[in-house]
């Protein structure tokens, strides 16, 4: 997500089964009853042993950097014996059920609030990773409503969802033969957001992968063929970015009502929630920039993550210091495409990184490197530090793409690097987290090993006027614009130099036209 708002991402590095594939946690979710704004969840489960005796719901959600507690939205909680007959169940921590006698559990049933209209009690929700329930449609994400057995996380999943008859539904999850959605895992179903109810749906072909969207407005001001209208150019652009789209099918759901909240990317899908408004030509590319961030994480993290990402902790939080991997490049990249396809001009460019400066000046701590921003982020202090890896963290990242542009005479710069990288890795290969930096520098420049030792791992002063200067832009920390009474301070500025020579030229077209 851009600006001040946080986005998260999951990996589900596996291979598509058949939708036929049975499962061994079979939830039924009722939602033609919505009174309380509960979810009302059953699971049916075969062959629980004694090493199953938690029910598990997430402390955390991947990329979100944040502590969720979801179980502490938790109203009833029960379990049952093959012939009905109840048995003790006992909540042990905010996210956790004890299980007294998992052998004999044949079905558990419990309700769960949903997180919009809940109360917070101080800590705070995502919306765009929570859930929404009303008359006209529902937000589903999997970790706000289900849970799972421990030492099941891996297991595969059916969600039978019960919903009124006219209702349409958006999802990355296909139907198994008996109608119900089918997930390899508990990573994979929550890796799926699913938005029901009176939406509008379309979708195109792009060399090759479907793009779906749906679209909720709570007065039908917006409609998904008007956001894929906008959206069309930034697909291709991107598809040419990447040079080809890792997937068949892609799925965007939008939510327009009373929130701006920000959106939520996934392998196969994203999600956003912003408030309902008029749609506008202008409203539909800034959804549409939004959109080209969420959008590249089909390169990174889906191709490209550690083993902390791919092996993800739904109890315990555990960060991976490679953020500006996953956030700070694929910031970067959503203005680059978008350059390089002739959406935004070079002065656009040239005004996203002023506003970037301005606010991590305005607004964060300089002493927060990249890594540290990513190791404290589960904490109060490192939260509010967090969304700085938007806009510090995109402009550092831009500073690395002309570091390669430059070595390599304008050949190899990152993208080409990102690239050769998602070959290299791919969903189901991981890289390991600790080794990455020296990967790396192994596949680019000694010189970049000193740019990460600055910049990343530490948080020594940015040389902008020295990496700009090398295409051609010259920038002042602050500058006098005007004359006289009307003069004016101005800071960040960036500026196209008309004197460039031909080196400088020849670098900044690679910049902003190289595909």
Request: charged content about 25%.
């Amino acid at each position: 997500m851009k600006k001040l708002f946080t986005t998260s991402w999951l990996i589900v590095g596996v291979v598509l089964l058949s939708c036929g594939q049975e499962a061994t946690l079979n939830y039924s979710i009722n939602l033609n009853d919505r009174s309380d704004d509960e979810f009302k969840v059953t699971l049916d489960v075969e062959g629980l042993s004694n090493e199953n005796d938690i029910y598990q719901f997430a402390a955390t959600a991947p990329g979100t950097y944040q502590t969720m507690n979801v179980g502490r939205f938790v109203r009833t909680f029960k379990a049952y014996d093959k012939k009905g007959k109840e048995i003790a169940t006992e909540k042990m921590s905010e996210n956790q059920w004890k299980l007294s006698e998992p052998k004999k559990i044949k079905k558990l049933e419990y309700t769960i609030a949903e997180t919009w209209d809940t109360p917070e009690n101080g800590m705070k929700f995502y919306k765009m990773c929570g859930t929404s329930m009303e008359d006209d449609h529902v937000l589903f994400n999997a970790h706000c409503v289900i849970g799972y057995p421990k030492g099941l996380q891996s297991e595969p999943l059916t969600l039978a969802l019960d919903y009124p008859e006219n209702w349409n539904i958006g999802t990355a999850l296909s139907k198994n033969d008996k109608g119900a959605y089918y997930a390899q895992s508990f990573d994979h179903a929550v890796d799926s957001p699913i938005l029901m109810g009176r939406l509008t749906e379309a979708s195109a072909d792009f060399n090759g992968t479907k793009v779906e969207l749906y679209t909720y407005s709570k007065t039908d001001k917006i409609k998904s063929a008007d956001l894929l209208e906008s959206m069309s150019a930034m697909l291709e652009a991107a598809n040419k970015f990447v040079v080809e789209f890792p997937v068949d099918r892609y799925t965007f759901l939008f939510h327009f009502e009373d929130h701006n909240a920000g959106a939520w990317e996934h392998s196969y899908s994203s999600e956003y929630v912003y408030i309902e408004d008029d749609y506008a030509v202008d409203g539909g590319a800034k959804i549409t920039s939004t959109a080209a961030h969420e959008f590249f994480h089909i390169i990174t993290p889906l191709n490209i993550h550690s083993e902390i990402i791919e092996q993800f902790n739904f109890v315990t939080p555990t960060p991976s210091n490679h953020l500006w991997l996953y956030e700070a490049t694929t910031e970067w990249a959503s203005d680059m495409m978008q350059v390089r396809g002739g959406i935004m001009t070079v002065d656009d460019l040239l005004g996203q990184l002023r506003y970037k400066l301005r606010v991590d000046a305005g607004y964060f701590d300089s002493n927060y490197s990249l890594v540290k921003l990513a190791e404290t982020s589960f904490s109060p202090e490192g939260q509010k530090q967090y969304s700085n890896i938007y806009y510090k963290g995109a402009v550092i990242i831009n500073m690395l793409d002309i570091l390669l542009l430059e070595k390599s005479d304008g050949k190899r710069g990152l993208r080409e690097v990102v690239n050769e990288l998602s070959k290299k890795y791919g969903p189901e290969r991981a890289f390991p987290e600790a080794d990455f930096f020296d990967i790396f520098v192994e596949m680019t420049y000694p010189e970049v090993a000193d740019f990460f030792d600055n910049y990343i791992k530490q948080a020594k002063p940015l040389p902008l006027e020295e990496y700009y200067a090398k295409v051609g832009v010259k920038y002042s920390a602050e500058k006098t614009v005007g004359d006289g009474d009307e003069a004016e301070k101005k800071p960040f500025v960036f500026e196209i130099d008309p004197d460039a020579t031909e080196k400088q030229l020849a670098l900044r077209k690679a910049w902003t036209t190289n595909f």
